[in-house]
């Protein structure tokens, strides 16, 4: 699944260049907003995913997450604010990696 013009980007990588720690962050952050299916499978949400990005692990949320969810939507930027990561517009990558983790936003 590719980056939409309609998703941010939360870039495991602080404003100061230094990589976010643990390696799994964002995993454990779309994590939080998945859900278990009756095959008991967890299935990230449809606005929030793990992405990859030139490298880089990074969770891509969907604008229209926040008409679904404020506060889960302001959780997510207060996250990216409060630990200094970087947070970017959509559509600035066309796709993501090979080795993205599952569909973003």
């Known amino acids: ?4 013009a309609e998703d941010i980007v939360i870039r495991g990588i602080t404003r100061s260049g230094r990589p976010f720690r643990p390696s799994d962050w964002a995993e454990r952050l779309s994590g939080v907003l998945s859900t278990f299916g009756e095959d008991h499978r967890m299935s990230y949400s449809p606005y929030v995913r793990p992405v990859t990005l030139d490298g880089v692990k990074c969770v891509a949320v969907n604008r229209a997450f926040q008409r679904v969810s404020p506060k889960a939507y302001q959780f997510l930027l207060d996250f990216a604010r ?3 990561l970087q947070v970017e517009e959509g559509g600035v990558h066309a796709a993501p990696s090979s080795d993205s983790a599952a569909a973003v936003s």
Do not use: A
Request: charged share 30%.
């Open 1 to 4: 699944m590719h980056i939409s």
């Open 82 to 84: 409060d630990n200094d």
